[in-house]
């Protein structure tokens, strides 16, 4: 199909950006990682339970299924789909796919054991929470310690910046633009902390959770033991309590989790689009880049709405899946089914919103004249200062003799300061820059970026060791 013609834009559009997520999302993903539970479950079964079968196996048995399991091909997972047009149902179609391999590579004395015992779910969730893991520490992992980065190293280029803070969008009091960098890079980092090594539940349980089928003809097997065994050996974390459907709490977790992310990502470029929108912050266009069909002169932050828009649509997409997966009626219901087939679409979007966030922090050119000159403009960002330093020597109306003083101009504060202090204290007091006026924020910046370069280390570490 051309990307033309595809339905959403994940697949068309934005398939050049996105395009490698196929391998976590798409259906021959998951009829792959489908083969990989059944071919694992099928080689402990036989090493553990029916042990004497061996015998009549292949030396090579284990590396054969090994080698159905990683070469299994788009045509081998067209095969499952004609299949299941035929049967009508997707994992009996795998299963009877992967008969006709045990056969074509002599395994005849196994193949009645593919899947024997276990009910579609069970494969399902431990697919479904294979795939959320690689994504997770493949692409959403490596896409946010780039974030955290660039976010950071721009903080300490702006560590001293000075910048007009803005409460319910009028002046405030002075900040710095590295400490607005550091407070969303600390908030990224402490919740893609969470992300990165969040553990992926499993389950095997049969029909209703209860290994009924199995403890009734292998009586002599700790079933517990053997599920929890096979699904830890898998790199997820073991569930014992459910019904034929694992618990999705653990997933909904995961989910909010990154809608969360979602949300905070939304504000930083909406943050970013105000200060832009002020004439503090610019981004460039590239050399033959049209923004306007109309207006030639328009360089707009195009790249920071695009990433809004996607951060936007993933949070409140991941926010109802992760609500409604919760949701299962009595032992099964097969709703939360089609929910699960898209999981691809929000996760897609975030990993969009975060491409496009970090080229809009690569054009991003920072006036910094320009936020001075704004500070410089609102010396009445010192009245809390003044009204605090008059509380400090005793003045009890401090605060009411500042605000009358400041509703009359800025002299008049200052001929009230004259008028209340000595003449030493009034010089002090004067000598007070709103530049100047930034408190600790050079260093509660630096030490909001020494806590995210150690989650950034923290996680930049285990990455190697998480792809399996």
Known sequence: MDPLETITPIDGRYREKLGRLSGYFSEYALIRERATVELRYLAKLIEEVESDKIAALPLSW??????????????????????????????????????????????????????????????????YSRLLLRFNMEALAPALVKLMEEISSLALEHVDTVMLGRTHGVPAVPTTFGKFLANYAYRIAKLS????????????????????????????????????????????????ASTQVIPHDKISDYLMKVALLDSILANFCRDLWIMS?????????????????????????????????????????????????????????????????????????????????RSALSRMIVRREEMLREVENHPEVLAEAYQVYLRRFGVEEAYEIVQDSVKRGWGSVRDALRDILPEDLYEELMRLKPSSYIGEAEKLTLLLLDEVEKIYKKITDSLPKARS
């Not at 089928?213 to 002599?220: D, G, N, Q, T």
Request: include cysteine; charged fraction near 25%.
């Open 277 to 357: 929108s002020l004439g503090l912050l610019l981004f460039g266009i590239r050399e033959g880049e049209v923004h306007s069909s109309t207006m030639p002169h328009k360089s707009n932050p195009i790249l920071l709405e695009n990433a809004e828009g996607a951060f936007d649509l993933a949070s409140e997409s991941l926010a109802y899946i992760s609500r409604r997966l919760l949701q299962s009626r009595l032992q099964r219901d097969l709703s939360d089914s089609i929910i699960k087939r898209f999981y691809g679409l929000p996760l897609s979007l975030t990993i969009l919103g975060i491409t496009n966030l």
């Open 62 to 127: 284990r590396e054969v299924l090994r080698v159905i399991e990683e070469e299994l091909s788009i045509d081998d997972a067209k095969r499952v789909k004609e299949l299941e047009r035929e049967l009508g149902h997707d994992i009996a179609a795998l299963v009877r796919f992967l008969r006709e391999k045990l056969h074509e590579y002599k395994l005849d004395p196994i193949a009645p054991y593919i899947h024997l015992g276990l009910t579609s779910e069970d494969v399902n969730n431990l697919a």
């Open 193 to 240: 902390e969470q992300i990165c090594f969040f553990r992926f539940p499993g389950k095997l349980g049969g029909a209703v959770g209860d290994h009924s089928a199995l403890k009734f003809v292998y009586p002599e097997v700790d079933w517990i033991r053997f599920s929890k065994s096979f699904v830890e050996s898998l790199g997820l974390e073991y569930v014992p």
